[in-house]
């Protein structure tokens, strides 16, 4: 494979993906494909291997064995480039406690090279997850449900190509995954893909198209996500995971 054909299918194309920590398999031979504009919920119990693959498509994490591709970037080779084209938003940490939230968004649009003009963009997000009278504060003293909140923001905030939010609706208010969500739906708009991963089952019918079912580190459901909503999506998801 290369980036041109991983390009033309997906803008997130994994093969056969290994990720190991010792002997456990974290990750045991995932395949997952995201085209352009589209949106894919991880679902599955702690430990299922949802935030090890966000990881590893992030650049973050080097998998064992595997492909991964992302907007035709080779993650395993180049996970430096990869970084430059994905948003992530990692399930715990990322912030720095002693900056605050316009410290956060200078640093980030200095690193990514953002044109002039990017204030504009940082202070209308900043608004929509309801942090813009917490932007001098240090993130040090931010609730769980606010440091979410800035995560999901700077994981998006550059607009890019592939989205990659890992638990961004734990512990956050009725506001914040409203704006989570419009977030979501703005990037399929402009053609990124986008993977969520939560536990939280009615979200990830709500904010993703498609819904892939992790159990031990295997895919063992992929389906509209539509088909796990209500009470019967529920108990299927129930017995997918026994």
Same mark, same amino acid.
């Given at each position: 494979?290369?980036?041109?054909?991983?390009?033309?299918?997906?803008?997130?194309?994994?093969?056969?993906?290994?990720?190991?920590?010792?002997?456990?398999?974290?990750?045991?031979?995932?395949?997952?494909?995201?085209?352009?504009?589209?949106?894919?919920?991880?679902?599955?119990?702690?430990?299922?291997?949802?935030?090890?693959?966000?990881?590893?498509?992030?650049?973050?994490?080097?998998?064992?064995?595997?492909?991964?591709?992302?907007?035709?970037?080779?993650?395993?080779?180049?996970?430096?480039?990869?970084?430059?084209?994905?948003?992530?938003?990692?399930?715990?940490?990322?912030?720095?406690?002693?900056?605050?939230?316009?410290?956060? %968004?200078?640093?980030?649009?200095?690193?990514?090279?953002?044109?002039?003009?990017?204030?504009?963009?940082?202070?209308?997000?900043?608004?929509?997850?309801?942090?813009?009278?917490?932007?001098?504060?240090?993130?040090?003293?931010?609730?769980?449900?606010?440091?979410?909140?800035?995560?999901? %923001?700077?994981?998006?905030?550059?607009?890019?190509?592939?989205?990659?939010?890992?638990?961004?609706?734990?512990?956050?208010?009725?506001?914040?995954?409203?704006?989570?969500?419009?977030?979501?739906?703005?990037?399929?708009?402009?053609?990124?893909?986008?993977?969520?991963?939560?536990?939280?089952?009615?979200?990830?019918?709500?904010?993703?198209?498609?819904?892939?079912?992790?159990?031990?580190?295997?895919?063992?459901?992929?389906?509209?996500?539509?088909?796990?909503?209500?009470?019967?999506?529920?108990?299927?998801?129930?017995?997918?995971?026994?």
């Amino acid at each position: 494979m290369n980036a041109t054909t991983s390009a033309s299918t997906a803008q997130v194309d994994v093969r056969g993906l290994v990720v190991t920590f010792g002997r456990v398999a974290a990750v045991d031979n995932l395949d997952l494909r995201v085209i352009a504009g589209g949106s894919v919920a991880l679902v599955g119990r702690n430990g299922a291997g949802k935030s090890s693959t966000l990881r590893a498509l992030g650049g973050v994490l080097p998998p064992a064995r595997g492909s991964v591709w992302v907007a035709g970037v080779d993650a395993v080779s180049e996970p430096r480039r990869a970084r430059e084209v994905v948003g992530y938003c990692p399930d715990v940490g990322g912030l720095i406690p002693r900056a605050t939230p316009w410290e956060h %968004l200078q640093l980030a649009a200095r690193l990514r090279r953002l044109p002039p003009g990017w204030e504009a963009r940082a202070l209308a997000l900043l608004d929509r997850f309801d942090l813009a009278t917490a932007s001098d504060r240090v993130t040090a003293g931010f609730s769980h449900g606010m440091g979410r909140r800035l995560s999901v %923001l700077l994981a998006a905030f550059h607009e890019p190509a592939v989205l990659l939010l890992d638990e961004p609706f734990d512990g956050v208010d009725p506001l914040g995954v409203e704006a989570t969500l419009e977030e979501i739906h703005h990037a399929r708009l402009r053609g990124a893909a986008v993977l969520v991963s939560t536990h939280l089952l009615p979200l990830a019918v709500q904010a993703c198209q498609d819904a892939v079912v992790l159990r031990a580190g295997r895919v063992v459901a992929s389906s509209p996500a539509r088909d796990l909503a209500g009470d019967e999506g529920a108990a299927r998801y129930r017995e997918l995971l026994t």
